[in-house]
């Protein structure tokens, strides 16, 4: 824009949201915190749409409680899992009941819409099924709201990307034990390095951009995605998020180049706490 090519629209609308627009041709690129899936892909082919996935960085979820919580040190994916699971709404509803050692409190929920890929995420990853989660909580598709709701309440635990944490002193993340001494004994907390370790699992995942191959035509377009992918590691980092290791931006860049279009994912169920340098490596054979 500031280069006098083009006028930009930018909106956000949540990784579902986005999807729904791409796929129906109405925007050239779409951010999304999770893979394409293939109800989407269906929709893309049934608009004559084309896309380039490309991997940006990587994200971790940070499990979120109030400053003031001075009981809640570490919580298990199983603790995680009978908190948010469908069969919780109702019925978990204070801290004493994720452990005994826990006071007596009301748990208040705050976390994604169904909108957000960050909800598709978790819900994978921790309960084991995409979409199954509690419905009785706090939801909202703006992560800033959720960051809110949590700062607020003594009794609150929340989700949303480790990136809103930053300068938040009325917030806490709070390290996560996965039970798998191989990611690291013992609980983890979120950080870039842990992140991009691996060790943070199983909340640690690859960030996106999709691209239109017919917009990609015009060239306003292939120069803000190649300044996109050059410009990544250093703005992912400054955002909050963690860089792609130099190799495997690399490997985004020449996916790009070579204009390879499609998923990395197809015929994959998307595995959490995936390696995006092995899935490019794969791809380009």
């Known amino acids: 824009m500031k280069q006098g090519l083009v006028t930009a629209t930018v909106d956000g609308s949540g990784t579902t949201g986005g999807f729904k627009k791409f796929c129906a041709g109405e925007v050239d690129i779409s951010g999304a915190s999770r893979p394409i899936q293939q109800t989407e892909i269906d929709a893309c082919k049934a608009a004559g749409i084309n896309f380039i996935e490309l991997p940006i960085g990587y994200d971790g979820l940070a499990i979120v409680v109030n400053a003031k919580n001075t009981w809640a040190d570490n919580l298990t994916v199983a603790e995680l899992k009978r908190i948010w699971e469908p069969a919780a709404k109702g019925t978990v509803a204070n801290w ?29 990853a921790i309960i084991g099924t995409q979409h199954a989660s ?46 798998d001494a191989s990611n690291g004994a013992g609980a983890v907390m979120p950080s870039p390095v842990t992140v991009a370790n691996g060790t943070y699992q199983p909340l640690s995942r690859p960030i996106f951009i999709y691209v239109s191959l017919k917009a990609i035509s015009r060239p306003e377009v292939d120069q803000f995605v190649t300044f996109y992918l050059q410009a990544a590691r250093e703005l992912s980092a400054e955002v ?9 931006g690399q490997l985004a860049v020449d996916r790009y180049k070579a204009r390879r279009t499609g998923t990395m994912f197809e015929g994959r169920v998307p595995s959490v706490g995936v390696t995006m340098e092995k899935l490019l490596e794969a791809g380009q054979r």
């Open 96 to 124: 004493k009941q994720i452990r005994d050692s826990f006071p007596d409190r009301p748990l208040h929920l705050f976390g994604p819409d169904t909108q957000s890929g960050t909800f598709d995420y978790f819900t994978q």
């Open 134 to 179: 509690r419905t009785d909580y706090t939801s909202n598709g703006d992560d800033t709201a959720l960051v809110r709701g949590v700062a607020t309440d003594e009794n609150a635990l929340g989700y949303f990307g480790v990136a809103y944490l930053r300068n938040q002193p009325k917030l806490r993340a709070v390290p996560i034990d996965d039970g």
């Open 240 to 248: 909050g998020y963690v860089a792609l290791p130099l190799h495997t």
